[in-house]
């Protein structure tokens, strides 16, 4: 849930790029917000299947909690997003979007590494995810400017 908040934060600052209309920032929070919530649900899905024996010891729900306390990282990001953004004047956020992704991957994948997940596909599991989820953002953001006529 926390990691949903920080892609509220970012889709909400990146909304304001998109369109002038005031109606976009709450779609793009709630839009973020829900695929945030979807990516990260993906990940701990990933990090549970290549968990092996540790799942079976800690239980789904145990190792799960492990992998989201690492994806709270993300909360740094999106705050240092928006004071770049309101307070800087920086349009950095796609910039904080895919360091957040990747840092909070890592802990994730480190979190479920120190419960007694396998190190390997762990780490590669939580790379492709941040991978993908980096590049996915930045795309669909890319695509929903043209399509509005703003310019991410």
């Keep these: 849930m926390i990691a949903a908040v920080a892609f509220a934060i970012f889709g909400a600052l990146l909304a ?3 369109s002038p209309d005031p109606e976009a920032v709450p779609a793009g929070a709630v839009l973020a917000a ?3 919530w979807l990516s990260t649900a ?3 899905g990933l990090l549970v299947a290549v968990a092996g024996q540790a799942r079976r010891q800690l239980g789904a729900a145990s190792y799960g909690a492990s992998i989201r306390s690492g994806l709270t990282l993300l909360v740094p990001f999106a705050l240092l ?3 770049a953004e309101l307070g800087l004047g920086w349009h950095a956020t796609d910039a904080f979007v895919a360091a957040g992704v990747t840092g909070s ?3 994730a994948a ?3 590494i120190r419960v007694g997940g396998r190190p390997l596909p762990s780490v590669v599991a939580a790379s492709l995810w941040s991978l993908t989820v980096s590049a996915g953002w930045m795309w669909l953001w890319t695509l929903g400017a043209r399509v509005l006529g703003g310019a991410p």
């Design 16 to 18: 304001r790029h998109i």
């Design 34 to 36: 829900m695929v945030g």
């Design 42 to 44: 993906v990940l701990r």
């Design 110 to 112: 480190s979190a479920a």
């Design 105 to 107: 991957s890592a802990a």
């Design 81 to 83: 997003a928006a004071v």
